[in-house]
Nanobody, 121 residues
Framework: QVQLVESGGGLVQPGGSLRLSCAAS????????MGWYRQAPGKQRDMVAT???????NYADSEKGRFTISRDNAKNTVYLQMNSLKPEDTAVYYC???????????????WGQGTQVTVSS
């Protein structure tokens, strides 16, 4: 019914940058918001940044000033520009969207498979 295709992860040196993208496709009726979450080994999955269709954004305090979330509503795509990366940013980054399919009567959360981000020298 829906696919979330993530890309842009990889290995980067401390201080470097990466740009993640997530494109939603399928029989989508409406998307309320999209966002990025991350999970490191042994830790819970935490919110990194979210953005609504109207452009309202929310960031975790530790990422403010370094990460920027944006979206292209026409493409149902959300991006995460990550600058000044630190080793503690290493995690699997997951795309999440709150959307309603044409076959659904309400909104539900959908998750991508995740993309690995490793920050190391």
């Amino acid at each position: 019914q829906v696919q979330l295709v993530e890309s842009g992860g990889g290995l980067v040196q401390p201080g470097g940058s990466l740009r993640l993208s997530c494109a939603a496709s399928g029989n989508i009726f409406s998307i309320y918001h999209m966002g990025w979450y991350r999970q490191a080994p042994g830790k819970q999955r935490d919110m990194v940044a979210t953005i609504t269709t109207g452009g309202n954004t929310n960031y975790a305090d530790s990422e403010k000033g370094r990460f920027t979330i944006s979206r292209d509503n026409a493409k149902n795509t959300v991006y995460l520009q990550m600058n000044s990366l630190k080793p503690e940013d290493t995690a699997v980054y997951y795309c999440k969207t709150l959307l309603r399919l044409t076959t659904e009567s309400s909104f539900h959360d959908y998750w991508g498979q995740g993309t690995q981000v490793t920050v190391s020298s």
